[in-house]
């Protein structure tokens, strides 16, 4: 997780304001819809409006401007020396190699006061030897240095600190990044793309490297040594590369850089000042290895079904042990493999408790070092719509890779044994840059076919394939000319599944690819921005799989009023595209974009990458003023406007919004912001999930967030959203985010979260019924549903040194749905329902729980049995980590996790309970930790070698 200052950024994004940075950061800007011409003359306004909102006289002095443009070759350089002599990394620059260095002092404020000399003094001097470059660094300080101990990558960032960005192929492309605060906490940063311009972040990195800090009476200093081997550059004898330095004065809210870029500028590497000096410097060794062991313990609290005899693959104690090795290997100075043998890919960190009632998936973030360690080389398209109208879909969703089996036992199985995750065989990447200039990306994984175990009630063995043996393919390459301005790539995944007479063959596509093209050009100074994108997919496999694909959630192609679609049971392929343009102003006070996308019925990618609707055309815009420096009442302050619109390939318009909302940052430091939005009734495709087109009602939403003082011990945000509907529905959230620094090596952080849902047509079924005639032959069954949910998510971490942490993380979640009276949908392109027992029919609950429904009395229409979909789910996740890095590059995890679990629902046999469903804090919590806890313990070393 990157929450250091962005390291690429024209601007100090430091987390240290993150309301100063959020309120300066540039929105897209452009027309759309009904909107176009209002919206149209305000762009030729903000296109005339100088880029910085300063009168001419008052305008920062910004080296390398001539004449109004920028010019890299007149950059400000930084000199690097090499070394006379040795240098000790103990956080002193004192030895005498130091003082032949040309010190770096033009460091120049980007907050508060924009241009204006850094209040305090900053030297920084560069040296560099055979093996590694070094940086030096002494930071006076008349003041309190605030120092804060952290693991590495660890959050926060309520600390001074100093950052260097370096970009070692100066081809304004990858951006190694490497921070330090006063206490010796680190952060490592990986970025590619070249897209550092306003809310640009990075990947964890996690090289080898050295550093060292120390607290002073006149300030603080630190040294850092930077290998080589850790770095990618030309084979140039000699070097030129780009350099950004970061300073942040936490206390004073102040942040300074070298070289100065106005904060409303498109910055990025492109805008970095020249390192030169670098003359015969070698990758050093190429080989790094990583074994490791891990072993496991799981007491299991295992559920008994009451089959009269013992389950045969687990008795609640078990325990597991394996090894495996990464390596990585450095092929030149610039490419570079990664690859993994029995990798060991569990997550340390644990996913949040979620109650999705939707007919689509969760997204959930990649935590695993291999996967997210280079990503960015993966990265496709640049903008695209960013509204709920839709988002442009990911091709690379690693977790797919390594995930769930997606197959299932027989429902007679009383006992099974199924690997909560398909085994990685192996795994690797190559990642560099071509001496021609192409960035490129390959990786392959290989998961092995994973087959579960079960018994029946007579105890008669079976085994089942859960998952078959997969291969995943993802290449990428992308190339910059013209300084980065313009930049192109292409991208290809494929996934292959030995599906053929396995027990998923007709739930699992048998192969799957897709390809793409993306181009991007920035002009006037990268003030302007036009990006395009463009992928097809093609998935083939049995024809009940792609009957399934067909049918599924992001199409519909089921739907019997959509003449635009065919559902073809038959079909052994599905092919689809998705396509893109965008248009942004991306620099100055006014800023912007328009996006159109188009995505067909038949694309499909979530066999590697990640999407949730198809069949969409969509039009996104968005419009923003920023101010980013002080006035008499505000700090700085944003506005932005966002009018959204969307049709499906038949011309429906099926979402509009029109919203805005406003952030400011007041003179004491703390931060307002307040948002409405308006959606009027449109066409609805998605919600009889299948069945024929509905509407949706009217809707205002809004919210209100307040933050405090980020600069004191006691920090505290506040959030309130809400929404209402014309049909009478509601939501209200409310979340509040403590976090308390008693101590420099102490952080406590505390989110309690209270929901209230009030929903008029939750979807619950459908049933075939010929004499369903206005509904096309199909009954589609809703209700009302009054969900509330409650959590506390609770982090401790306790940090000894930057090597040694131990983080304690929990989370009570709490969840009741209480679903209302059935009803079912009346007529097409209608928001209407029709309540069984009063408008339409009779419904009585059975003994079970169910509810037993005929649709029209004494007519023809045959009766129908509906479950009971009350629920209440309590759970307590939670876990204890201990990290300690015990040598240079080599770490050991000690890891607890504790979960219990408490579902309750009435689709069983006691479908009569009548607290389910109803929320009552007290029973709830009580339920909660009277549930049996499953224990997992787990030790994993690693031994990091440099042969």
Avoid at 104 to 114: K, W
Avoid at 445 to 473: I, K, Q
Wanted: proline content about 6%; some cysteine; glycine content about 12%.
């Amino acid at each position: 997780m990157t929450v250091l200052p962005s390291p690429i950024r024209g601007g100090t994004t430091s987390p240290i304001c993150s309301a100063a940075f959020a309120a300066r950061r540039p929105r897209r800007w452009v027309p759309r819809g009904s909107y176009f011409a209002l919206v149209a003359v305000l762009a030729l306004v903000a296109g005339a409006v100088p880029v910085a909102a300063q009168a001419p006289g008052q305008q920062p002095e910004v080296q390398g401007i001539v004449d109004g443009e920028y010019r890299h070759e007149l950059a400000p350089t930084a000199q690097a020396t090499r070394a006379v002599g040795p240098i000790d990394i103990d956080g002193r620059p004192d030895e005498a190699t130091w003082s032949v260095a040309t010190p770096i002092t033009d460091f120049r404020q980007e907050r508060p006061f924009e241009g204006e000399p850094g209040t305090r003094r900053s030297e920084v001097r560069i040296l560099y030897d055979d093996d590694a470059i070094y940086i030096g660094a002494m930071f006076y300080d008349d003041g309190f240095v605030t120092g804060r101990l952290q693991r590495r990558d660890g959050g926060g960032g309520d600390f001074d600190f100093m950052g260097v960005s370096l970009d070692s192929f100066h081809d304004h492309e990858t951006v190694f990044t490497f921070f330090v605060n006063p206490a010796g906490s680190y952060q490592d940063v990986l970025q590619g793309g070249g897209r550092g311009g306003p809310g640009g972040a990075g990947v964890a990195w996690n090289p080898i490297w050295s550093r060292a800090t120390e607290i002073r009476d006149d300030g603080w200093s630190a040294e850092m040594r930077i290998p080589f081997s850790q770095l990618r550059f030309s084979p140039d004898d000699e070097q030129v590369w780009g350099i950004r330095i970061q300073r942040g004065i936490y206390r004073l809210q102040e942040g300074v850089v070298f070289p100065f870029v106005p904060v409303l500028d498109r910055g990025g590497p492109s805008r970095f000042g020249h390192l030169e000096g670098l003359e015969g410097i070698e990758p050093g060794r190429s080989l790094e290895l990583l074994p490791y062991v891990t072993a496991r313990g799981e007491y299991l609290n295992l559920p008994d079904p009451g089959a009269g005899f013992a389950n045969p693959y687990r008795d609640g104690s078990d325990h597991f042990a394996d090894v495996g090795l990464d390596l990585k290997y450095r092929l030149t100075s610039n490419i570079t493999l990664d690859a993994t043998i029995n990798p060991d890919f569990g997550q340390v960190e644990l996913d949040p408790s979620v109650i999705n009632l939707t007919a689509f998936e969760t997204l959930f973030t990649e935590v695993r070092p291999f996967f997210i360690e280079g990503a960015d080389i993966f990265d496709f398209g640049e903008g695209g719509p960013a509204g709920r109208a839709g988002r442009p879909p990911q091709l690379l969703y690693s977790r797919r890779i390594g995930r769930a089996p997606q197959g299932g036992v027989p429902s007679n199985a009383v006992f099974s044994e199924v690997d909560e995750a398909a085994t990685i065989l192996g795994a690797a990447k190559v990642t560099g840059r071509t001496a021609s200039g192409w960035s490129l990306g390959l990786l392959e994984a290989v998961t092995g076919r994973e087959t579960a175990r079960f018994v029946d009630a007579s105890e008669v063995p079976g085994d089942a394939v859960v998952e078959p043996t997969t291969n995943y393919v993802i290449g990428r390459a992308r190339r910059q000319i013209g300084g980065g301005e313009t930049r192109f790539g292409l991208i290809g995944t494929a996934v292959n599944r030995a599906v053929s007479g396995t027990d998923v063959e007709d739930g699992l596509h048998s192969d799957a690819y897709s390809g793409g093209l993306d181009f991007a050009h920035e002009w006037a100074n990268r003030t302007y921005r036009l990006s395009t994108a463009f992928t097809g997919s093609y998935v083939q496999g049995s024809a009940a799989s792609i009957a399934r694909s067909q049918a599924s959630s992001r199409r519909y192609y089921q739907r019997p009023d959509a003449d635009h679609l065919e559902f073809d049971p038959g079909a052994t392929d599905l092919a689809g595209y998705y396509a893109m343009v965008d248009v942004a102003k991306q620099s100055g006070s006014f800023g912007g974009n328009v996006a159109f996308a188009a995505s067909s019925p038949g694309y499909e990618v979530n066999d590697l990458g990640f999407q949730t609707l198809t069949d969409r055309l969509i039009l996104d815009t968005n419009l923003s003023f920023n101010e980013p420096n002080p006035g008499p009442v505000f700090r700085n302050w944003r506005i932005n406007a966002s009018p959204d619109v969307s049709w499906n390939y038949a011309g429906d318009r099926v979402y509009t919004e029109l919203s805005g909302n406003a952030n400011v940052q007041w003179l004491n430091y703390w931060a307002t912001g307040v948002g409405f939005g308006y959606s009027p009734a449109v066409n609805d495709d998605r919600l009889n999930r299948g069945g024929p087109m509905a509407r949706t009602p009217g809707t205002l939403n809004g919210f209100v967030n307040v933050g405090s003082d980020n600069r004191r011990a006691l920090v505290a945000r506040a959030n309130y959203s809400w929404s209402t509907d014309e049909s009478g529905g509601s939501s209200h959230n409310i979340g509040v985010d403590v976090t308390a620094n008693p101590t420099d090596w102490i952080r406590l952080e505390i989110g309690p979260f209270v929901s209230f849902q009030d929903r008029t047509a939750q979807y619950v079924a459908s049933v075939a019924d010929p004499f369903a005639v206005q509904t096309f032959g199909r009954r589609y069954i809703f209700a009302d549903l009054e969900q509330t949910t409650v959590s506390l998510s609770t982090r401790l971490n306790i940090t000894l040194t930057p090597d040694l942490s131990l983080q304690l993380y929990a989370e009570p979640f709490i969840a009741s749905g209480d679903y209302g009276a059935l009803k079912e949908f009346e007529q097409p392109r209608r928001f209407d329902f029709l309540r069984y027992g009063e408008d339409i029919g009779t419904i009585s609950q059975q003994p079970n729980g169910s509810y037993t429904v005929d649709p029209d009395g004494l007519g023809l229409a045959a009766q129908f049995t509906v479950p009971n979909r009350d629920f209440s789910y309590r759970s307590l996740l939670g876990n204890a980590v201990i990290r300690w890095e015990w040598r240079e590059g080599s770490t050991m995890y000690l890891v607890w996790q504790q979960r219990r679990i408490n579902a309750v629902s009435n689709l069983g046999p006691n479908g009569t309970d009548t607290w389910v469903g109803n929320f009552d804090l007290g029973r709830d919590v009580g339920d909660m930790f009277g549930t049996p806890a499953d224990n997992i313990f787990a030790i994993k070393i690693n031994y990091w070698l440099n042969p």
